[in-house]
């Protein structure tokens, strides 16, 4: 049965996701994620998209916290993906956690050197720790 179809439903959830459909997205992410963590039989590139992307929408949502877990269990189903650890590290920036904000990002620029959006919010973090450093906060 195609609904069942575990690929069928990330598909979906990836249409949902790209036409602004959050709610029904983040739905589809979660029961492919429930279906994949229970079976063990998806491609941890798929577990960790379907992660990184309910981390999205719950990063638009302002759920911050529960985006920080998304993009940890993305980072953990694939170590190499470089998007989680950037977007963990907007979170930890905007929250003023500048040392782990710095280490995603360094992650992140480990993985994929070219990542220029990733360059920039490194540059920023150092610069905002050193002020806030200054300023004995």
Known sequence: MEEDDPSHT????HSHFHKNNFKQAEELYSHFISRCLQSRNCEASDL?????????????????????EDYTCAIQAQGQFEIPYYNRGLIHYRLGFYEQAKKDFEQTLKLNPDFEEAKVSLS???LDQHQKEGRGS
Do not use: M, P, S
């Open 10 to 13: 990330l598909r979906n959830a």
């Open 124 to 126: 920023q973090t150092l």
């Open 48 to 68: 960790a998209t379907a992660f990184n992307n309910r981390g999205q929408i719950r990063y638009l949502r302002v759920d911050f916290t529960e985006a920080v």
